[in-house]
């Protein structure tokens, strides 16, 4: 069975150097499930159309062999492949129908099995140059203003076109959701993949910031008040007047409500690790069981707190409270000789 590919424009740039007749076209070959097609010999032809109306006409065909990279992606200059049909040079951009870029791709040698057509808005403006070249004008780009001397100018800004991409003032989104590694992406940011290696983590936060203030970390806050934050502090963290924050991780919340530490599955501990690692593993020290349970020094604690080691109560005067079976609580002492005492004391 053919294998049908999925080809999205990424970016074209125009080759300004001497006015030369191409532009930069970028794509990632993807198959039907989205996954990118890694380094995969692919046959393209790339197509230039004028539309007017209804109609489209086909000015200029060419086509490409090359290889995808490891990510599936590939890049070629759109004017330079081998020629199908129509000379590339003789293409007139400034006339007054739309001009469509048609990309097709052979994965398998079996024949194009995908086409998509996209306008294109910025490249006409660049490659038309050439028109004022011989009459020693000047074309400038500054940010998106486009502007030829002795002339006027034109804002390439608004030609936006068919992309879905938006530059404004809080950034560039992709249809209000950006994905990486996937077409459909079901919240604000959605990240997929299948990640081993270095890239096991996904998402890399670093601060390079030696600054005695430096601090790297995720803050959450819903309904503008209520704020949790994982942050990483400077080893130099302000030492003279905050030592204690130098160099640690914080997990912090000002929630009133506080934070829940929750492992639902039916066989899940809650485990805290310190220490150095043996056999490249960090030792548990306590624990939560399943059961509720709380284990110190063990790993299988067998009554609501289960401590392997020695208890050490430094006050001996705070002492142990138990509550007896008629209900009555008792707090139980040492006394200097060693000697327990039991005193009958208000239960908590």
Known sequence: MKKILLLFLVSSQVLLAQIPQAFNYQGIARDLSGNPLANKAIKVRLSILSESGTNQTTLYSESHNLSTNQFGLFALPVGKGTVISGIFAGIIWTDATKKLLKSEIDPDG???????????????????????????????????????????????????????????SVGINYNNR???????????????????????????????????????????????????????????????????????????????????????????????????????????????????????????????????GAVYLEDANQGMIMKSPNGGCWKVAVGDTGTLTSTSVTCP
């Open 110 to 168: 079996n024949g194009y099995s995908l086409n998509v057509t996209s306008d294109l808005q910025s490249v006409p403006f660049a490659l038309s140059a050439k028109t004022v070249e011989t009459e020693n004008q000047k074309l400038t780009l500054a940010g998106s203003l486009l502007s030829i001397s002795q002339g006027n100018s034109v804002d390439l800004s608004t030609l936006t076109g068919n992309s879905q991409w938006s530059n404004n």
């Open 178 to 308: 950006v994905g990486i590694g996937t077409s459909n992406p079901v919240t604000k940011l959605h990240i997929d993949g299948n990640f081993t290696g270095i890239e096991r983590n996904p998402i890399e936060l670093s601060n390079q910031s030696t600054s005695q203030d430096a601090i790297c970390g995720i803050g959450l806050t819903v309904g503008g008040t209520d704020r949790a934050a994982l942050q990483v502090f400077n080893n130099t963290y302000f030492p003279s007047t905050l030592p204690f924050w130098s160099g640690r991780t914080i997990l912090g919340s000002n929630s009133p409500n506080g934070i829940n530490l929750s492992a639902s599955a039916g066989t899940a501990n809650i485990e805290f690790a310190v220490g150095a690692p043996v056999n490249q593993e960090t030792p548990v020290r306590m624990l939560i069981s399943n059961n509720g349970n709380v284990g110190i020094g063990t790993l299988t604690p067998k009554t609501q707190l289960h401590v392997k």
